[in-house]
């Protein structure tokens, strides 16, 4: 294989062992679509990756003439604190990426972050190619209401976004001391974050966000409703046009595979009725995964009643429920948590 150009890309993924196969997806494609690009540099931060997995991830990144940097996952409730309670459910790997300026090399100054449920359909040039200016870094406005700007403790006017692609000014974050300004808010909220590593970020970088085009990061909600649809369910205070949000769902450039309550099935999922499955079985099948058998879907209880329940009444009807739990519900539970562990802390 002959590599032309004179680019320099350096990318990076959070993983576990069980997400291996994912990323390897992910991996797959962020590869075919970068044969142009002279040095490309993937790092994955991973918590505990296999030797047998890595051999594998190692196999796809020999194909094409790369390697993968593996960088173990530090102790995240040591660096956030020893004191602070994190609950179960959220996932440490999750939480890394607030500290990407710490953990990658201190040469790498410029990075982007993906998520390992992805798939890259088309070159990246434009995403690292996009001028960050002063912010800290650049995502997609996921289009919520202003309540789940208020439930992060800032203020209600402005953008709520999605962190699976983020282009990352590290050095900017360095010297802003990012990492300690995202310790602080965990400890100022309690140990209680909602919406994880994502809400920390859209509130220690609030205006310090550039925005990203839609076609960068096409979610599962936005294969699941029209745009008239979106809009009624999440009653956004800002969001793309409709020509954007149909232009990126014509001709993406990354899929980003989200859970979503209407379309609750991921394509390494057994009959997985996401319309972009095709496009994510067509890469696994290069990668030395494509004879493992596809996962079973099996998901909580509670979200499977209530993906049913949507789909046994008319759409309107479920889009309208759905925007109530968005505006009232949600929000409501974010802010009662939010008090429990404020207590919680106090007593200790």
Known sequence: MIIVGGFYYEFFFLS?????EIFAVA????????????????????????????KKLNIIAEKFERRIE??????????IGTDLYIPNTLNMVDFARLFACDILPSDVEKAVQLDCDIVVRHPLD?????????????????????????????????????????PMNLKKMREDKIGEKCVNYIKNMHGYVPINA?????AVMDGRIGLLSPKFNVYSLMYAFTY??????RRPNYYYSREEYENALADPIIVHYMTCFYLDERPWMKECKHPMTKDFLSARSKTPWVNDTLWDNMPNFSRKIYCDFCHMIPKPLAIWISSL??????PARHIWMKKKFARSDSNT
Request: glycine share 4%; aromatic share 12%.
């Open 16 to 20: 576990d062992d069980k997400f291996a």
């Open 27 to 54: 991996l797959e494609t962020l590869y075919e679509q970068h044969n142009h690009v002279k040095r490309l540099r993937v790092f994955l931060i991973e918590n505990n990756v296999s030797i047998e997995s890595k």
């Open 70 to 79: 593996y960088i173990p996952m530090p102790n995240i409730r040591k660096m």
């Open 126 to 166: 434009d995403l690292w190619n996009f001028d960050l200016k002063d912010n800290y870094c650049a995502m997609i406005n996921e289009g919520h209401n202003s309540k789940m700007r208020t439930v992060l403790n800032i203020p209600a006017d402005g953008m709520y976004f999605n962190s699976g692609v983020v």
């Open 198 to 202: 994502q809400g920390v970020m859209n």
């Open 228 to 233: 008239n649809e979106y809009l009624k369910l």
């Open 325 to 330: 739990i968005y505006e009232y519900y949600l």
